[in-house]
Nanobody
Framework: QVQLVESGGGLVQVGGSVRLTCTSSVETLSDYAMGWIRQAPGARREFVAAISRSGGATIHTDPVRGRFTISRDNAKNTVYLQMNGLNTEDTAVYYC???????????????????WGQGTQVTVSS
């Protein structure tokens, strides 16, 4: 499995913005479609967003569409989740995840991901 490391989480006020990053020092992430998944306390893991290997195609789920943007910079071996307009429902541990896929394909459900990072906590205060 690819070793993934998330960073950028922390405390943020309602309406604020945070950018999460996902990197790997072990593998080349451009070999993988990547995504973000979150898990709030006491809740199920929830698929948030995904991006194709080159970054040319993305998926954002309804709760975050228009507020969150997944992107990647393969030259930096990094995947991002820009989170704007945060609300308390966004409080969760955010996980980076990946899956080997054909170049233009994007995972659409959390069950499609085959490896995960350890997560980074995002806490949105009201």
């Amino acid at each position: 499995q690819v070793q993934l490391v998330e960073s950028g989480g922390g405390l943020v006020q309602v309406g604020g913005s945070v950018r999460l990053t996902c990197t790997s020092s072990v593998e080349t992430l451009s070999d993988y479609a990547m995504g973000w998944i979150r898990q709030a306390p006491g809740a199920r893991r929830e698929f948030v967003a995904a991006i194709s290997r080159s970054g040319g195609a993305t998926i954002h789920t309804d709760p975050v569409r228009g507020r969150f943007t997944i992107s990647r910079d393969n030259a930096k071996n990094t995947v991002y989740l820009q989170m704007n307009g945060l609300n308390t429902e966004d409080t969760a541990v955010y996980y980076c995840a990946g899956r080997r896929m054909n170049s233009g394909d994007v995972p659409a459900t959390l069950g499609e991901f085959t490896f995960w990072g350890q997560g980074t906590q995002v806490t949105v205060s009201s």
